[in-house]
């Protein structure tokens, strides 16, 4: 595996596996790397793609108070696990790469943003559409693959791909999940031992709800219900909502698929999770 540090070097390898009639996938991390991230550059490398995996802990999706400062860094154990996968390039741009003086420029992608993570984490999304369409713009890869744990940053990159005319395919890649059923997180780590116990009742209350919402129950009454019995558990819930899977907008009557998110805290830990809601299943 090859380390890169500089968009010199990023656009240089790119060039060369074309010339060699190569195709490129890219996978975009922040690091701490678990098997959710392996599954996307797995899942690149079985699309016979030459993978290209960036790290960068991008300061611009991180409000006042959060993670930032805390987000776990463990550069030299990722670069062990892409090698041993067989990751072709680790990216590491600098700061100063993303960001250089003067830099004036913020993404912004209406609609999809205003509810869920959009409305609790204010600036979230501006930093991970902006950080996201400098990475796709650097490495313009053949696809991109984004977990769909992040349902809602995947819809968001991809309508800014297809506003802003990056060629680039966006790919989702389907939740991993530890045996319990808690969504693999990079953040599951600052779990203490009764929280971790704990945290696989968002998985359990979301697949309880959505068989109960397909069984055609009162959607709003299901939700509160669902809301309290987390809030009974030590959760504080940021929000549990039944929302078009695209649009992001809230569902109250079930008609066609929808998929239900949550977000909520256990401790210092901010959880996120969704699933799909089928009529027709
Ligand atoms: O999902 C993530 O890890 C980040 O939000 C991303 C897409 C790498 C942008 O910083």
Known sequence: MQKITSLKECRAAVVALRQQG???????TMGALHDGHMALAQQSMRDGHKTIVSI?????QFGVGEDFSRYPRVEDADAVLLEQMGVDFLYLPAVTQMYPDGFATQVRVQGITDYLCGKTRVGH???VATVVTKLLNQVQADTAYFGEKDWQQFQVIKRLAL????????VGVPIVREEDGLALSSRNRYLNATDRAKAPLLYITLCHLADEIVAGGD??????TATHGLTENGFVVDYLELADATTLEPVHNMQKPARLFVAARLGNTRLIDNVGVDIAE
Do not use: R
């Not at 960068?56 to 611009?60: A, G, T």
């Not at 506003?163 to 966006?170: E, G, K, M, N, P």
């Open 22 to 28: 190569l195709t490129v996938g890219f996978v975009p």
């Open 56 to 60: 960068f802990v991008n300061p611009k």
């Open 125 to 127: 999304f501006e930093g």
């Open 163 to 170: 506003d802003l005319d990056i060629s680039t395919h966006i």
């Open 219 to 224: 959607v709003a009454a299901l939700l509160k």
